[in-house]
T-cell receptor, first 114, second 111 residues
Framework: DAGVIQSPRHEVTEMGQEVTLRCKPISGHNSLFWYRQTMMRGLELLIYFNNNVPIDDSGMPEDRFSAKMPNASFSTLKIQPSEPRDSAVYFC???FGSGANVLTFGAGSRLTVL | GENVGLHLPTLSVQEGDNSIINCAYSNSASDYFIWYKQESGKGPQFIIDIRSNMDKRQGQRVTVLLNKTVKHLSLQIAATQPGDSAVYFCGQGDQGGKLIFGQGTELSVKP
């Protein structure tokens, strides 16, 4: 298996532009997580899905952020409009089942908003 | 609560020595606790986990200790190697599947 696949790996954009980050979870995994990592705030959970349904989005910073999971093999995290403070590395992770099963992370998408 | 900080806690050890990385947690209702390792430029990787009804679990060269009385978790790495240099995150999860992480500790292994 190729693991969790994220794209793009790097994105540089200007303030006000729309940003879409993409994630393909491991085949057969039914839980998907989006995290944001910065030096200031560490690794923050933004939202997670079970069986394509959002379960907890309390970590989503504000209305500019939205996440979707239209099917079991694809998820997007969208920021519109983007701001410089959104600059971070965004990780997607997936696992089979729920509870204590191991979460497998993607390589991350590094976003820079100028 | 939030993890806010300008600098990661750091731990520097000599190759071959044992390392102990500590973590304090806040949610007593967590079902399990977990340690991940993150190398530069990569996503976090699972190391070991422990259920909340246990106080010790051993893996290959690693041991996790859980002290629920003082809400403290530690990761012990035996015979630390240069390849162990990374940032280590503790995390806590609930039965519903939510998993949150602490700030992280940077481990540096000197040859």
């Amino acid at each position: 298996d190729a693991g969790v696949i994220q794209s793009p790996r790097h994105e540089v954009t200007e303030m006000g532009q729309e940003v879409t980050l993409r994630c393909k979870p491991i085949s057969g995994h039914n839980s998907l997580f989006w995290y944001r990592q910065t030096m200031m705030r560490g690794l923050e959970l933004l939202i997670y899905f079970n069986n394509n349904v959002p379960i907890d989005d309390s970590g989503m910073p504000e209305d500019r952020f939205s996440a979707k999971m239209p099917n079991a093999s694809f998820s997007t995290l969208k920021i519109q409009p983007s701001e410089p403070r959104d600059s971070a590395v965004y990780f997607c992770a997936s696992r089979f089942g729920s509870g204590a099963n191991v979460l497998t992370f993607g390589a991350g998408s590094r976003l820079t908003v100028l | 609560g939030e993890n806010v900080g300008l600098h990661l806690p750091t731990l520097s050890v000599q190759e071959g020595d044992n390392s102990i990385i500590n973590c304090a947690y806040s949610n007593s209702a967590s079902d399990y606790f977990i340690w991940y390792k993150q190398e530069s430029g990569k996503g976090p990787q699972f190391i070991i986990d422990i259920r909340s009804n246990m106080d010790k679990r051993q893996g290959q060269r690693v041991t996790v200790l859980l002290n629920k009385t003082v809400k403290h978790l530690s990761l012990q790495i035996a015979a630390t190697q240069p390849g162990d240099s990374a940032v280590y995150f503790c995390g806590q999860g609930d039965q519903g599947g939510k998993l949150i992480f602490g700030q992280g500790t940077e481990l540096s292994v000197k040859p």
